[in-house]
């Protein structure tokens, strides 16, 4: 049974996912936190240049990382202290692919991996406007400060499941998992690749919707859902993100609607709980209320969902 497991958090240089700059792991055995590990990564050459955006959330610069060790070291360190555990992460598909790309870029076969996401599973455990980490922390009472640091999101995502944990009553990851329907996620040496995802009633929604890209991966994280955007982002133009919505299988959208599922508030580079709502996110709040399912997204989350 999963009563012992490990939580892992990656930090990239820029918006491709195999370009990991820093990571974070904090191992649970027994259902307690029982200690941490994380390094600083050298990202893989060809990826290893360092954006604004990215560097203005964790704050890692490229002669933080000039000593630090290279992707296939770091890769052995995360498998050591995994020791063969599965693998908690707040939106896994995240932190997966950036296992999966770094692995690519270095000519490196994709370790074997079981993994699940404290994210999917938060959705099923509260009813939040938001799913990002500090949403999590508020619902869960956990104090939490040190958002982009990956050793302190590492324990935060830990700490977010085991307040599921309590709130199901389960005594393991597995027990968890089948009380809200959700699949483990897989990763495979031999190239397979299955997300984590809830399986439940309603799952069968994710759909290919008309006038987007229909080669899209239907398990990427944003296919099938309908996306409204309000502010402007500062990593891409709205006529660039509506575009890359589309090639990801998602439905872009000017307004909040019925048919919303994620609006993306582009004028805060991090969300919390307390924050000043816009006119948009205010009604995705109301919507939220009244039923809806539907989430907002800080630009961070969005471009994390939405891949390079």
Same mark, same amino acid.
């Given at each position: ?62 002669? %933080?990382? &000039? =000593? ?7 890769? #052995? $360190?995360?498998? @050591?202290? /995994? ?54 922390? %508020?619902? &869960? =009472? ?7 640091? #990956? $050793?302190?999101? @590492?324990? /935060? ?152």
């Amino acid at each position: 049974m999963s009563s012992s497991w490990v939580a892992i958090d990656f930090e990239t240089a820029n918006d491709h996912r195999g370009s990991p700059c820093a990571v974070g792991m904090t191992k649970v055995v027994d259902g307690r936190i029982a200690k941490t590990w994380g390094t600083l990564i050298q990202p893989p050459a060809a990826l290893g240049h360092f954006d604004p955006f990215n560097v203005a959330l964790h704050r890692i610069r490229p002669v %933080d990382v &000039a =000593g630090a060790p290279k992707w296939s070291d770091a890769l #052995a $360190g995360i498998r @050591a202290f /995994a020791d063969g555990l599965p693998l908690v992460a707040h939106n896994a598909g995240f932190d997966m692919s950036v296992v999966r790309a770094a692995c690519t870029a270095e000519n490196l076969a994709w370790p074997e991996l079981q993994y699940t996401c404290s994210q999917v599973v938060s959705r099923r455990t509260w009813k939040l406007l938001s799913y990002s980490l500090p949403y999590c922390t %508020d619902a &869960a =009472g956990i104090t939490f400060t040190g958002h982009h640091d #990956a $050793g302190s999101d @590492a324990t /935060a995502s830990a700490e977010v499941m085991l307040a599921a944990l309590r709130a199901a009553e389960a005594d393991s990851l597995d027990a968890l998992l089948a009380h809200h329907e959700i699949r483990w996620g897989r990763m495979t040496p031999a190239g397979d690749w299955l997300g984590s995802r809830y399986q439940g009633h309603g799952s069968e929604a994710r759909k290919p919707l008309p006038g987007v890209n229909q080669d899209a991966d239907p398990e990427g994280e944003l296919y099938g859902a309908t996306v409204c955007l309000t502010g402007k982002l500062t990593s891409m133009t709205r006529e660039e993100a509506f575009q890359k919505l589309a090639d990801v299988g998602a439905q872009p959208a000017e307004n909040v609607t019925k048919k919303t599922d994620i609006l993306v508030s582009a004028s805060q580079t991090q969300l919390k709980p307390g924050d000043v709502l816009s006119g948009k996110a205010k009604k995705a709040q109301s919507l939220l209320e009244s039923g809806q399912s539907i989430e907002v997204l800080d630009e961070d989350e969005f471009l994390r969902r939405l891949g390079s």
